[in-house]
């Protein structure tokens, strides 16, 4: 009687599935537009709480190259793996986050969420009791385009894995 050996290494993944189009390659001017586009939605916002609503609008949405690329970007930036971790599951982790982050994590989900209803006045005001209006603009404008790219990373299945944060190689 033979014994079979256990396989040895780290188990194989399933095969990455490539993109199912280069939207840089063959829309360049809509793709240029979004980088100008996400460029000024970001001014006068923290960088720590414009990746967190990244990465809260990216999980709702289910883009898997915006997961990877925010995720990333917000470690390289210092943010926390705990905090980070924890946002898919804010509301029982509310101690984790300033009640600014709160009222930014709620009102990206009522934005990203709009079959849902419109954005809630509690929720709105609740955030606009914590920004400025020219702030509170910008996370508006934020939360917007983050929306936008998931929808095209979604719908091209955009490969994620391979982002590597500016200066990190």
């Known amino acids: 009687m033979t014994t079979q050996k256990p396989p040895t290494g780290p188990p194989r993944c399933a095969p990455e599935v490539p993109p199912r189009l280069k939207l840089a390659e063959h829309a360049p001017e809509v793709y240029k537009a979004m980088i100008r586009l996400d460029t000024a939605a970001k001014q006068g916002v923290d960088p720590t709480l414009y990746e967190l609503v990244k990465?809260?609008?990216s999980q709702l949405n289910h883009c898997?190259?915006?997961l990877d690329m925010h995720t990333k970007d917000?470690?390289?930036?210092g943010e926390s793996v705990e905090r980070i971790i924890q946002l898919s599951a804010w509301e029982e982790s509310r101690h984790f986050y300033t009640e600014k982050e709160l009222a930014a994590i709620e009102l990206t989900?009522?934005?990203?969420v709009l079959t849902d209803g419109f954005v809630p006045d509690?929720?709105?005001e609740r955030a606009a009791k914590l920004f400025e209006e020219p702030e509170l603009a910008q996370l508006i404008a934020a939360i917007t385009v983050i929306n936008a790219w998931n929808r095209f990373?979604?719908?091209t299945r955009m490969t994620p894995g391979h982002y590597h944060p500016a200066g990190s190689r």
Do not use: D, M, N
Not at 109 to 112: C, M, N, V
């Open 55 to 57: 990465i809260r609008a």
């Open 64 to 66: 898997a190259f915006c």
């Open 74 to 77: 917000a470690l390289a930036a």
């Open 109 to 112: 989900e009522a934005i990203t």
């Open 122 to 124: 509690e929720v709105y």
């Open 153 to 155: 990373g979604v719908t």
